[in-house]
Antibody, heavy 118, light 110 residues
Framework: EVQLVESGGGLVQPGGSLKLSCAASGFIFSDSSMHWVRQASGKGLEWVGR??????????SYAASVQGRFTISRDDSKNTAYLQMDSLKTEDTAIYYC?????????WGQGTLVTVSS | QSALTQPASVSGSPGQSVTVSCTGT?????????VSWYQHHPGKAPKLVIY???ERPSGVSNRFSGSKSGNTASLTISGLQAEDEADYYCSSYTSSRTYVFGTGTEVTVL
């Protein structure tokens, strides 16, 4: 059974940093492209970014709204993807989901809540 | 990249059909057959119901179908059931090599 479990969310002040993790199981993680998607309260889903597999040189891509502030990485030995979030803004407050891109986004985690507030 | 445009809400009685539209541009929906649809119950993980415009994943009811014309994709739910009540989002690949989601549609079963 495919499982994606996000962790690391919490309360952080504006300008602060937070690192989210996405632990995967039930599939060959190292062959998969992993994406992050977020949803602010009362808003729709927003694509955040992705990291491809080793065979695609671990290429990353980001939404313009987070470019230069967020960094996606992965550790295939731990079957885990990460989202490093720096220079956080109040508008980054959202539930963050990781999702496997098969393509399409065929499996999703339950999400982890990030609140940016002073 | 602006979000794809969806109606805020659609509703129908049990057994009826409803259609949710998803309007983009020639840089996303209109240029790629990589449109997918997700069912999202608040507090739960989104679930893929349609991919590549009209393909249905294994295990998804055949009451869900998808289509595309020009810059607009559509999701149709036929034989509406109470369990179909949820938020639905479309998504498309873009010419910027990124992805974009729709604004979301709340489907209500009357």
């Amino acid at each position: 059974e495919v499982q994606l479990v996000e962790s690391g969310g919490g309360l952080v002040q504006p300008g602060g940093s937070l690192k989210l993790s996405c632990a995967a199981s039930g599939f060959i993680f190292s062959d998969s492209s992993m994406h992050w998607v977020r949803q602010a309260s009362g808003k729709g889903l927003e694509w955040v970014g992705r990291i491809r597999s080793k065979s695609d040189s671990y290429a990353t891509s980001y939404a313009a709204s987070v470019q230069g502030r967020f960094t996606i990485s992965r550790d295939d030995s731990k079957n885990t993807a990460y989202l490093q979030m720096d220079s956080l803004k109040t508008e980054d407050t959202a539930i963050y989901y990781c999702t496997r891109h098969n393509p399409p986004f065929d499996y999703w985690g339950q999400g982890t809540l990030v609140t940016v507030s002073s | 990249q602006s979000a794809l445009t969806q109606p805020a809400s659609v509703s129908g009685s049990p057994g009826q059909s409803v259609t949710v539209s998803c309007t983009g541009t020639s840089s996303d929906v209109g240029n790629y057959n990589y449109v997918s649809w997700y069912q999202h119950h608040p507090g739960k993980a989104p679930k893929l119901v349609i991919y590549d415009v009209s393909e249905r994943p294994s295990g998804v009811s055949n009451r869900f179908s998808g289509s595309k014309s020009g810059n607009t994709a559509s999701l149709t739910i036929s034989g509406l059931q109470a369990e179909d009540e949820a938020d639905y989002y479309c998504s498309s690949y873009t010419s910027s090599r990124t992805y974009v989601f729709g604004t979301g549609t709340e489907v209500t079963v009357l």
